[in-house]
């Protein structure tokens, strides 16, 4: 079945440091690949989303690049801030019906 | 805030029991989705509802089920209680069933813990 890897956390930078959390995924059609983003005490928001080879997602400074012949969907970003601390899911989905979750990155970022 | 809310917010049970987890999604929105969040397994997609009618299944257990009504909210019954269905359940909603476009809104969650 598909299934989302992403590197193991917790991840702890300093602010404005460079940030990059690696995401591949296995699936056996074209899903389209989501980040989300986890506050603590809150449910998941959307991050940012691409649903074909080569697209870019982006939002709040955060970018991810859809790469079909590496399978992968990293997480980016240029300069982190404290407020960014939070749990980040990358994620498919095939069909738009059941969502595949990676297990998740912790990142703190201290001042 | 998503739109989509949850309740109870939090709920203390002992194995054994029932209980009923109720979600409303966003205005508009006709697809219902329930997952469940461990320490141990991550975010597990549980089911999917579009339009009142079950549209897709994941790792849900025979001890639990889940049903929408015709005002689109939803309800996840869980019986027979262990410890191990201590977690935090959550729910979403979309506006379609099914496509690659088709994002997710989260509500708060319930967290259930089994004494």
């Known amino acids: 079945g598909d299934s989302v890897t992403q590197m193991e956390g917790p991840v702890t930078l300093s602010e404005e440091a460079f940030l990059t959390i690696n995401c591949t995924y296995t699936?056996?059609?074209?899903?389209?690949l989501f980040w989300y983003v986890q506050y603590p005490g809150e449910g998941l928001q959307l991050l940012l989303k691409?649903?074909?080879?080569?697209d870019k997602g982006s939002n709040k400074g955060f970018e991810a690049t859809y790469r079909k012949e590496t399978t992968s969907f990293h997480l980016e970003k240029g300069s982190v801030q404290v407020s960014d601390s939070a749990v980040y899911f990358c994620?498919?989905?095939?069909?738009?019906?059941?969502?595949?979750f990676g297990p998740g990155t912790r990142l703190s970022v201290l001042p | 805030d998503s739109g989509v809310t949850q309740t109870p917010k939090h709920l203390i049970t002992a194995t054994g029991q029932r209980v009923t987890l109720r979600c409303s999604p966003r205005?508009?929105?006709?697809?219902v989705y329930w997952y469940q969040q461990s320490l141990d397994q991550g975010l597990q997609f549980l089911i999917q509802?579009?339009?009142?009618?079950?549209?897709a299944k994941g790792n849900i257990l025979e001890r639990f089920s889940a049903q929408q009504f015709p005002d689109l909210h939803s309800e996840l019954n869980l019986s027979s209680l262990e410890l191990g269905d201590s977690a935090l359940y959550f729910c979403?909603?979309?506006?379609?069933?099914?496509?690659?476009?088709?994002?997710?809104?989260f509500g708060p969650g319930t967290r259930l813990t089994v004494l």
């Open positions: 979403a909603s979309s506006v379609a069933g099914a496509g690659g476009n088709n994002e997710q809104f």
């Open positions: 509802y579009y339009n009142g009618e079950e549209r």
């Open positions: 699936a056996t059609g074209y899903p389209s």
């Open positions: 994620a498919l989905t095939e069909y738009g019906q059941n969502f595949v």
């Open positions: 691409a649903t074909k080879a080569d």
């Open positions: 205005s508009g929105d006709l697809s």
